[in-house]
């Protein structure tokens, strides 16, 4: 499994005031190519997490409802294609719009709204 020389991104999603609790103490952080787009596979991204003690791995998409974690922080990893991902829910002032591409992996902390 070969890696690229990774950009990373690091971002605060702050409470919005109504609905979410998002996070203030840890960042949003993504990973912009970690993979290689044109050789990452799904089962890359699963023996990954799984050597980073992140369990409970899946194929599919993201819920196209906002929703959080109280307790849990996600890693997402895109595999093929695009993901759009709004974090921090529906205020404009909060949320924040990230696309992935395959390669790319985003964490997000326990208590930040997704979609």
């Not at 990954?48 to 974690?69: A, P, V």
């Not at 922080?73 to 993901?83: F, M, V």
Request: glycine share 8%; charged share 20%; net charge negative.
């Amino acid at each position: 499994m070969a890696f690229n020389d990774v950009k990373i991104e690091t971002f605060f999603v702050h409470d919005d005031g109504h609905f979410f609790p998002n996070n203030n103490h840890l960042p949003v952080i993504v990973y912009r190519q970690v993979f290689d787009a044109k050789s990452v596979s799904a089962s890359s991204w699963e023996q990954l997490f799984k050597q980073n003690n992140f369990g409970n791995s899946w194929r599919d998409g993201i819920f196209s409802y906002h929703h959080y974690h109280s307790t849990a922080h996600e890693a997402l990893g895109c595999y093929g294609g695009r993901a759009q991902v709004r974090l921090g829910g529906y205020n404009e002032q909060v949320r924040k719009d990230i696309e992935l591409t395959a390669g790319d992996c985003i964490l997000i902390p326990a208590g930040v709204a997704h979609k």
